[in-house]
């Protein structure tokens, strides 16, 4: 349920209306938009029959939210959220791309890739130090050695670092390196490791489940919110389906039915939604075309050397191509990049 106060109410009244909830058990969360405040309240609104909120000071009106999904939606919050980590938005009118390797595999690798997307204006670098791989013989990244070549590397060029979190015992490693956690599709519905990221105070990105149909999708983000950590993007990476030609299908439609309903920001992840190299500058164009708020983009310099995801990661030249016409599409819709 939500609490909608008067735009004239005072702090007084909120903290009023937040402890006497607080006291029937309920968990609260508030929302401050410009014009007025708006709680938020999670518990067994059974509790409520007979304590009327909207009598007391300060409230406009009390209104369940029929959603299953209540934190991330937008009947709580009307306003897309934008999320600014070191001075880089995503959300809104900001575009974020988020680029690198798909593994860690060198210092040297990563200073070779960091290079040239930050000259063709990406601001956040990404590369697995842990990796969910399907065989365990494959490559499993280079764990904390991975996390500070990350680190360093962005650190040297002024960028952002975004890392996936596999497993909730390393998220005090994985934060004292990341800017931004990255939970794996594989993951989406580790309830286990959201709620530990909702506790953390740190950016979180959740990549849709291979299987997850939407609405899990935002459940599991709701998972995150109900712990206290709003800072969430949500990733569209495909899902899986019948057809070979792709690793994926990309459902780019996800893009505008997550809009209509919540408030996150949501970015497009083509290399692992296509699988294909050929694909990604097409669907790079059409999911900043639909609306996302961001590009996830695995580039190598030798991708047929690449420890992992070699078939889907394109080369920085190619990557350049792909920024200038984010650009362009970006301005036709009052968007633009972050840079
Ligand atoms: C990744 O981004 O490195 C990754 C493993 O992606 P996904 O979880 O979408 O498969
Ligand atoms: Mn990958």
């Known amino acids: 349920m939500i609490i909608v106060m008067r735009p004239e109410a005072t702090k007084k009244d909120i903290d009023f209306v937040v402890k006497k909830l607080t006291d029937y058990g309920f968990k609260t969360h508030l929302s401050e938009g410009v014009e007025r405040t708006i709680i938020g309240a999670i518990g067994d609104e059974r509790t409520l029959r007979d304590k009327p909120l909207s009598s007391l000071p300060g409230v406009e009106k009390v209104v369940p939210i029929l959603k299953p999904y209540k934190l991330v939606s937008k009947d709580f919050k009307k306003e897309p959220t934008v999320i600014n980590i070191k001075g880089v938005k995503i959300g809104g009118k900001h575009i974020a791309v988020m680029a690198g390797p798909c593994s860690v595999e060198s210092r ?68 004292k390196y990341a800017d931004i956690l990255q939970i794996g599709a594989r993951n989406m519905s580790n309830f286990r490791l959201l709620k530990e990221v909702g506790k953390a105070k740190i950016p979180v990105m959740l990549k849709r489940g291979m299987c997850a149909t939407i609405k899990e999708f935002l459940m599991a983000a709701e998972y995150i919110a109900s ?85 889907q990661s394109i080369l920085p030249e190619n990557f350049d191509v792909l920024m200038r016409r984010v650009r362009v599409i970006a301005a036709t819709i009052e968007k633009h990049l972050e840079e």
Do not use: W
Request: with cysteine.
């Open 227 to 311: 712990e206290g950590n709003y800072d969430i993007i949500l990733c569209e990476r495909g899902i899986r389906s019948f057809d070979t030609e792709t690793r994926n299908i990309l459902d780019l439609a996800a893009v505008p039915v997550i809009k209509n309903v919540s408030h996150l920001p949501i970015i497009v992840d083509p290399s692992h939604g296509t699988g294909r190299r050929d694909c990604i500058l097409p669907m790079a164009q059409a999911a900043i075309a639909a609306g996302a708020d961001g590009l996830m983009i695995e580039v190598h310099p030798r991708p047929s050397e690449a420890l992992s995801d070699g078939d």
């Open 108 to 175: 040297e690798l990563l200073f070779e890739v960091a290079e040239s997307i930050y000259k063709s204006g990406a601001r956040i670098l990404r590369g697995g130090a842990f990796k969910p791989r399907t065989s365990p013989y494959s490559f499993q990244g280079l764990g904390e050695e991975g996390l500070k070549y990350l680190r360093e590397v962005a650190d040297h060029y002024g960028m952002l670092v975004i890392t996936e979190l596999l497993d909730p015992r390393d998220l005090d490693l994985v934060a």
